[in-house]
């Protein structure tokens, strides 16, 4: 399977506005999950688009950058994971695993953006002590460059070169290691979640984590991942309203007993 040239460049320009949206406002499409969908939907195989998108998605959970430390492209691995594993017809796993040495590769590409970023910043600076607040604005918008540039050039020479990266990919790496990336992405998911539960309050709420378990481990066959979310909404939602009327129960107390001791007081004054 081959990918037009049409489909290079859409999925390339994606990638920019992707990383634009993670160093903005970040409404979404600078996730894996969004990256996966799109290229199944340019190439044509929604399904194995979604299913590497959704994956590295859960790797994602509970990592982010904190203090300029750099974390792993997996946005850039979503593209080119899902549309090497639309092209080659290796499927999911295969994808997903090699998605994550190229997220991890990107990574030291996303310190070269943050080194070329510098000069914008040094000319906003320099516009700043002019009072020219036009040359500030442009300085940061033209910082953006950088930031779109180092994913937007590997994400194009990997897609142009797709059908020979595959087969060159497929010629040089050993089975055992091609056996070893599919069982890696096959437990990518659970170490997503892992991360995940490692910042969550599990020990103060850990009732609701047991129940939500139970119904995916024993009724999976007839319960989706959407029921379990919305039957944890339902309990939120009663403990909320518990811990509400908990709440007034104790502030009317309270109110009552000041006015009774407030007639107390009065009683004592008329004295």
Request: aromatic share 10%; charged share 10%.
């Amino acid at each position: 399977m081959s990918i037009s040239i049409v489909a290079i460049i859409i999925l390339t320009l994606y990638v920019g506005i992707g990383q634009l949206d993670a160093i903005s406002i970040q409404m979404g499409p600078y996730t894996p999950l969004f990256g996966g969908t799109i290229t199944g939907l340019v190439l044509g195989d929604l399904q194995t688009g979604l299913i590497v998108g959704g994956t590295l998605q859960l790797m994602t959970l509970g990592v982010a950058t904190f203090g300029g430390a750099t974390v792993p492209d997996f946005l850039s691995g979503s593209v080119m994971g899902a549309a090497f594993a639309i092209l080659s017809g290796k499927g999911p796993e295969y994808g997903i695993g090699l998605a994550v040495p190229i997220g991890l590769l990107l990574t030291q590409l996303d310190i070269v953006g943050r080194m070329t970023n510098t000069f914008f910043q040094h000319m906003a600076d320099k516009a700043a002590e002019k009072g020219d607040y036009k040359g500030v604005e442009r300085a940061n918008l033209l910082g953006a460059l950088p930031w779109m540039l180092t994913r937007m050039i590997p994400v194009f020479i990997g897609l142009t070169f797709g059908d020979h990266v595959v087969n060159a990919i497929n010629a040089f790496i050993p089975e055992w290691v091609m056996v070893g990336l599919k069982t890696a992405g096959a437990i990518l998911p659970a170490m997503g979640i892992a991360i995940l539960m490692r910042y969550l309050p599990l020990k103060k709420y850990f009732p609701f984590y047991i129940i939500g378990f139970v119904l995916m481990a024993f009724g999976g066959a007839n319960f989706s991942l959407l029921g379990a979310a919305l039957v944890g909404l339902a309990f939120a939602g009663i403990y909320l309203l518990t811990k509400r009327e908990a709440g007034a129960g104790s502030a009317a107390t309270s109110n009552q007993s000041s006015t009774v001791y407030v007639d107390d007081e009065e009683v004592e004054i008329d004295e």
